[in-house]
C-alpha cells in the first residue's frame, strides 16, 4: 500500500507514468468510467476548500466510484477533539483511499501511519500539497510539451505558499529548470528549502523583489495568494496582500509563450483583464486537476488500465 504525502513519493519516471496516464483520461474519459466500480473515496478536510475536494470527489465519480467525506472540522468529531489518528483508524474501515487536508504540518503524515487504505495529502499546513504539483505539473506538460530546460517564475507569498514548496521540490529534479523568486522580503522561501533543495542540488535561480523586471525571462509565471490563514497579525497581511498585481501591462513584458499559472483560489495578485489572454492558463489548470486525480486514485488503487 502507498501513500501520497510529498512530490517526492513518486519517482520521475512514475510522475511521468501519471502524467501519461492523465493525458488519456483526458482524450477519452469514457474508457474510465467504471475502472473503480464499487470503490469509494473519503474525504477529510479540516480546512476549506474549492477545487482539491470538489476535483477529488469528481475524479472518483469520473471513475464510477463514490464518495463520502466532511468539509469542514467543525462538522466531524474533531469538533469534540478527537484526533487525526483515530479519524483515519475508523475511515480505514469505511472507505478503499483517503484525501485529507489539515491545517497543521505533518497531519497527512501522521494519518498515514495510522492507515490501513492509501492516505493522500491535499494539503498540510504551509507545508506540501502535492497533488497541486501534480497538476500543475500536468498542466505545464500540456502547455510547453516538456518539463526540463526553462525558466520558472514563482510570485508571491513563497513563504507560506506550500503549492510553491512542492512545485520547487518536484520541478528540481528535472533537468535546465531555473527559478526565479519574487516574493517581498518577508515571504522568501523558506530556509530549509533554499538550502536541502536548490543549493543541495546546484539548481540555478535568483530571488527578486521585482516582478516587471523578471517578465520577459519567464517561460512559466506561476501566481500565488498571500496566504491570510497563515498570518499572526493582520497588519502583516494589510501591508503584503497587494505586493503584486499581475494585469495587462506588465503582460506586454512576458514572451508570447509564457503561461500563467496560479493554483487558485485568487484574490487580487492576478487582474481579470488577463483572464483573456491566451498565456492564462490557471482556469484550464483547475481542470487538469481533475484528470490527474483520477490517474492518481487509479494507481494508488492499482486498478487496471482499460483496454
Ligand atoms: N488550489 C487549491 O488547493 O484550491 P482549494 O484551496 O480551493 O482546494
Redesign the pocket.
Known amino acids: 500500500m502507498r501513500h501520497l504525502i510529498s512530490p517526492l513519493d513518486l519517482s520521475v519516471e512514475e510522475i511521468d507514468q501519471l502524467i501519461a496516464l492523465a493525458s488519456d483520461i483526458e482524450k477519452d474519459r469514457s474508457r474510465y468510467a467504471h475502472v473503480c466500480d464499487g470503490k469509494k473515496l473519503a474525504t477529510l478536510f479540516y480546512e476549506?476548500?474549492?477545487?482539491?475536494?470538489l476535483s477529488f470527489e469528481a475524479a472518483m465519480l469520473n471513475l464510477g466510484g463514490s464518495v463520502l467525506g466532511f468539509s469542514s472540522a467543525d462538522s466531524s468529531s474533531a469538533a469534540k477533539g478527537e484526533s487525526v489518528s483515530d479519524t483515519i483508524r475508523v475511515i480505514s474501515s469505511y472507505a478503499d483511499i483517503c484525501a485529507i487536508r489539515h491545517p497543521k504540518e505533518g497531519a497527512a503524515y501522521v494519518a498515514a501511519s495510522k492507515s490501513s487504505i492509501p492516505v493522500i495529502n491535499a494539503?498540510d499546513g504551509g507545508h506540501q500539497?502535492p497533488t497541486?504539483t501534480l497538476t500543475d505539473l500536468l498542466t505545464i506538460h500540456s502547455l510547453k510539451g516538456r518539463l526540463s530546460n526553462m525558466t520558472v517564475g514563482l510570485c508571491g507569498d513563497l513563504k507560506f505558499g506550500r503549492?510553491v514548496h512542492s512545485l520547487i521540490h518536484a520541478l528540481a529534479r528535472y533537468s535546465g529548470i531555473r527559478f526565479v523568486l519574487i516574493s517581498p522580503p518577508e515571504l522568501k522561501i523558506p530556509d530549509y528549502i533554499r538550502e536541502t533543495v536548490l543549493d543541495a542540488n546546484g539548481i540555478e535561480y535568483r530571488e527578486t523583489t521585482n516582478l516587471d523586471d523578471a517578465m520577459e525571462e519567464l517561460d512559466i509565471l506561476y501566481m500565488t495568494r498571500v496566504q491570510r490563514e497563515r498570518f499572526f497579525n493582520e497588519e502583516d497581511y494589510i501591508r503584503m496582500k497587494d505586493c503584486y498585481i499581475l494585469d495587462k501591462e506588465k503582460m506586454k513584458f512576458a514572451k508570447p509563450d509564457m503561461f500563467i499559472l496560479h493554483?487558485?483560489?485568487r484574490v487580487n495578485e492576478i487582474s481579470v483583464e488577463v483572464d483573456d489572454d491566451p498565456r492564462a492558463a490557471y482556469f484550464k489548470q483547475a481542470e487538469y486537476g481533475v484528470y490527474i486525480r483520477m490517474a492518481l486514485i487509479m494507481t494508488l488503487l492499482e486498478v487496471e488500465k482499460p483496454c
Open positions: 476549506p476548500s474549492t477545487r482539491t475536494r494539503g500539497h497541486q503549492t493554483p487558485l483560489p
